[in-house]
C-alpha cells in the first residue's frame, strides 16, 4: 500500500521493472524491443537542476520512508527536488508533494522512488524508470460503450482487460479478474475488449464467436468456455460450444457471417493499437495501466487506489 510498508523486493530492480511491464503473451520481437527500451531508461536524467541545499524540500508527506539509510534518504530527497511533479510539469515532484493534495499521484511516485531505493536501486535506474511509471499513471481515453461488461454498469471504477483466447495467461487471469470484481460489491466493473495476437492461428475466430454470443446475451458464457477449450477453436468447436451453452445455434452462424462481429473485434483491436498494446492481458483501472510494482501488484490494490480519488 502507498505510504506503507512492504517488503523489499527480491528481484534485482532493473528486472522487476522489466517484469511490472512486460505482457504474458507477446511475439518475440516485441520482447526484444522492451528490453531495448528499458536499457535506454537506464541512461535517462533528471529533468530539474538541483537547487541548493537551503532550498531544497526535505519533506514528503504521507511517504513511509523508514527503509532508507542516511544516503538513500539524500538520494531520495535530490530526486524528488529534480524530477517533475505528474500533475504540473512546470513544479518538482518535491513541491508537489508538499503543496499540492489533489495530486495524489506526487505520493504514489514518490513512494515508488523510496521503496526502489529500498531494493537497491540506483538513482540513474529509478529516474530512467519514471517516465513509465507516470506513463501508467496517466489515465487513457478507451472506448467502451457496447462492450462486453461484467459488474454495475454505476459502478465508480471500471477494469479493461485487452485479451486473446489462446493466450493461456489471460486464461488463467480470466476467472481471477471476476472473482476481484465481485469483492468489491457494485463499486467496480469489469470491460472485456480484444486483443487477438497475430501468431495465434485461432484467437480471432475465437474472439468473432463470442461476439456472436453476445448477440445472444451469452458473452460471458462462450468466454469461459472458449478459455476452457483453448486448444480447440476450430469452426466447428465453436458451433458444438455455442449448442453447449444454449444458444441459438442458427442464429449464431447467422451472427458469425454478418461483418458486425467481426468489425466489433477489430475495433478492439485497433484501440489496443492505438494505446502502443504489444501482448497479452493488459489491465487498465479507470484508463491507468496497471503493473505489477505499483498498490500492492494486484489489482484489488488498484481498484482500491481509484476508489480513493
Not at 142 to 162: C, L
Not at 184 to 189: C, D, E, L, V, Y
Not at 251 to 262: Q, T, V
Amino acid at each position: 500500500m502507498v505510504g506503507g510498508r512492504r517488503a523489499r523486493r527480491r528481484l534485482p530492480f532493473a528486472l522487476a521493472l522489466s517484469v511490472a511491464f512486460s505482457w504474458a503473451c507477446t511475439p518475440p520481437e516485441e520482447k526484444a524491443a522492451e528490453a531495448g527500451a528499458a536499457a535506454a531508461e537506464a541512461s535517462a536524467g533528471g529533468k530539474l537542476p538541483l537547487p541548493s541545499d537551503a532550498d531544497m524540500i526535505k519533506e514528503a508527506k504521507g511517504v513511509g520512508l523508514g527503509e532508507l539509510t542516511e544516503p538513500q534518504t539524500t538520494s531520495f530527497f535530490q530526486i524528488i527536488n529534480t524530477e517533475v511533479s505528474p500533475c504540473k510539469r512546470s513544479e518538482s515532484l518535491a513541491k508537489s508533494l508538499r503543496d499540492d493534495d489533489k495530486c495524489r499521484d506526487s505520493m504514489v511516485v514518490s513512494q515508488f522512488i523510496a521503496d526502489s531505493l529500498a531494493s537497491g536501486a540506483s538513482t540513474t535506474q529509478i529516474k530512467g524508470a519514471l517516465d513509465r511509471i507516470v506513463d501508467a499513471l496517466t489515465p487513457k481515453e478507451i472506448p467502451v460503450k457496447g462492450r462486453p461488461s461484467y459488474g454495475s454498469d454505476n459502478a465508480p471504477v471500471t477494469v479493461v482487460v485487452f485479451a486473446d483466447f489462446e493466450c493461456p495467461h489471460c486464461r488463467a487471469e480470466a476467472p481471477k479478474l471476476r472473482q476481484t470484481i465481485d469483492q468489491f460489491k457494485g463499486r467496480a466493473r469489469l470491460v472485456y475488449k480484444h486483443f487477438p495476437l497475430d501468431f495465434h492461428e485461432f484467437s480471432t475466430q475465437a474472439a468473432i464467436a463470442t461476439e456472436a454470443a453476445l448477440d445472444q446475451g451469452k458473452f460471458w458464457e462462450m468466454h469461459d468456455i472458449v478459455f476452457a477449450n483453448s486448444s480447440a477453436l476450430t469452426d466447428a468447436d465453436l458451433l458444438r460450444y455455442a449448442g453447449e451453452i444454449g444458444l441459438d445455434v442458427a442464429k449464431f452462424k447467422a451472427s458469425l457471417a454478418k461483418p458486425e462481429a467481426a468489425k466489433r473485434v477489430s475495433t478492439d483491436r485497433k484501440d489496443g493499437e492505438t494505446l502502443g498494446l504489444s501482448g497479452t492481458p493488459t489491465v487498465y483501472v479507470n484508463g491507468r495501466l496497471m503493473n505489477n510494482i505499483l498498490f500492492g501488484g494486484s489489482l484489488a490494490g488498484w481498484i482500491d487506489d481509484a476508489l480513493k480519488r
